[in-house]
């Protein structure tokens, strides 16, 4: 049995959204030191979609995978749809992930809650 789904090896292969924005609405990053995996995600919002979003990830192939999974689910998407995005919805969306590489999917729902944390703490400096 193959340790990656087809799912899982498209995202790792062809990731989605890499990058980083300039003036970003909304940043979050989250580290693992248990495995080494760090993951940023780099926000854009406009009337409350998330219009633009690029990660950065440092992390095995899994941790790759799941951030691409992430950054697609989130596009286009209000805020508060893209808070619902949890971890088990991440690795659904993937097709499985092995037991070992679960926290990987916890660390692409994680940093993407504090990206749009970020955002709504600015804003409501702002006002």
């Known amino acids: 049995m193959a340790l990656y789904t087809d799912k899982v090896m498209e995202h790792f292969e062809n990731p989605r959204n890499v990058g980083t924005l300039e003036d970003p609405d909304g940043v979050g990053e ?5 495995c080494g995996d760090i993951m940023t995600f780099y926000i854009k919002v406009k009337d409350n979609i998330i219009t633009d979003i690029k990660f950065k990830t440092f992390g095995c192939g899994a941790a790759i995978a799941v951030s691409s999974m992430v950054s697609e689910m989130a596009k286009n998407k209000t805020v508060e749809e893209a808070k619902k995005i949890t971890n088990a919805k991440v690795a659904e969306m993937l097709g499985g992930l092995p037991r070992n590489k679960m926290h990987c999917s916890n660390l692409g729902a994680d940093t993407l809650q504090k990206a ?12």
């Not at 989250?30 to 248990?34: E, I, Q, R, S, T």
């Not at 749009?116 to 006002?127: A, G, M, P, R």
């Open 116 to 127: 749009i944390q970020n955002y709504l703490d600015k804003k409501s400096n702002k006002l």
């Open 30 to 34: 989250v580290g693992n030191l248990a």
